[in-house]
């Protein structure tokens, strides 16, 4: 799968999570082959493909809105600006919010940010399971 298709399947996720109904973001992400190859999807990439399918951040905001977890979150400030925060869990440690100048900035510096917690909480399961098995 090329970085081009991966990006286009990515910015796509949370339009496919509504629609297909019982589909996790997780499996979207792993359906998506970011999972395999991670270091082929820049946000630079990611905030192209917003540019070409703007449609697609109205879709994440909703996302982040409605997630209600830990993680990472998008939402419109005062005076034109967008941030991106983290909401931490009882391990982690909190993150000061990052301001952005403009929406579609914001929205792909979630993406990725979103993508990777995703990627490494699929990780440290993992890790935990395969620890699990060999005891």
């Known amino acids: 799968m090329s970085s081009g298709e991966i990006v286009s399947s ?20 792993a359906n998506s082959g970011y999972l395999n190859s991670p270091e082929e999807v820049s946000e ?21 809105e409605d997630k209600r977890t830990t993680g990472w979150y998008l939402m419109e400030r005062s005076a034109g600006l967008y941030g991106v925060g983290f909401i931490p869990s009882a391990k982690d440690d909190g993150i000061d919010s990052l301001l952005y100048p403009d929406e ?11 993508i990777e917690y995703i990627r490494d909480a699929v990780i440290q399961s993992e890790s935990r399971h395969k620890r699990k098995s060999q005891s």
Not at 16 to 22: E, I, Q, T
Not at 104 to 114: D, N, Q, Y
């Open 10 to 29: 990515i910015i796509h996720m949370p339009r496919r999570h509504y629609d297909l109904g019982n589909v996790s973001m997780y499996s979207l992400l």
């Open 44 to 64: 630079e990439a990611i905030l192209r493909g917003l540019q070409q399918h703007p449609e697609c951040i109205h879709d994440w905001r909703v996302y982040s």
């Open 104 to 114: 579609v900035s914001a929205c792909a510096a979630f993406i990725k940010l979103e």
